[in-house]
């Protein structure tokens, strides 16, 4: 009897479950929109019900599952399997995940934050193969990281460990979401790059960001000031300087604490490649110290929107 793997990745705004064979190919997957304002007992019976349909799909059965790995937005506690409020779930508080699946499937998940879940998914099929000492860093919404040494990833006392984003970089700089000021998160997530646009938009009007919103200031996105900035748009071109700086910054501090081999970075980066990695790579040479900062490579992640499939079964596999 052939068994395998399901992955389940819990985000705000999509819950996605994978069934994998035992050596990680994804064999088929289902999403569906959380809905969060129904809570969490809505999001659980429509994963599990998620679960039955690909394994009905695939003609497998409940006792063919052999390791179940979840990947959800943080704080979380990985030994107790319990969730806490992650920001875009508010009303997850203490949620004893772990339990709840296993009383259903009998069978105990391994549970993940998101960020630590995607760092082992480009470690093991993305960008980070072959490399022993990898950070993924996410760049969109928010800013975070997930850290492998040595091959593990790197929890901390408290599962705290990656919460890069909370640098603070600037003191007195703008509010974070985390109630402190000037942390690299409140510069260079999506969000903050927008902010920051806007306000330099409103004083100078004369830019390609504002046709690419028609001239509504409130649209601008990230997206439009890296579409601007292709287009060698100065205010965009500035905009980048300023945020390749304060990224470069941040990783710097990173590579002389955990002296990686590769820091891949993430959606923003993605999309903005090199016009936005390699002044980050100037100023990780300039600021870190010379031997880390001589043999890290700072590249785009690879999985793209597959990382939340992997993330999950990167757990189990
Ligand atoms: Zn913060």
Redesign the pocket.
Known sequence: MSSCLVGIDIGGTKLAVVIANSDGRILNKIRQPTKSYKGFEYAIRLIFDMIDQLLHLEQLTRDQVLSIGISCGGPLDTQTGVVYSPPNLPDWEAIPLADIVESEFKIRPVIENDANAGALAEWRFGAGRGYNHVVFMTMSTGIGAGIVVDGRILHGASDCAGEV??QVLIPNGPV?????RG?L??ICSGPAIAKRAQEKVRKNPHTKILDLVDGNIAMIRSEEVLEAAKSADPLALDLIKEVSFYMGWGIANLVNIVNPDIVLVGTIAVAAGDLLLEPIRRTVLEMSMQRPGGIVKIMPAQLGQHIGDLAAISLVV
Do not use: P, T
């Not at 974070?176 to 402190?180: M, P």
């Open positions: 984003g909370h974070c979401g985390c109630g402190n942390c998160e409140a």
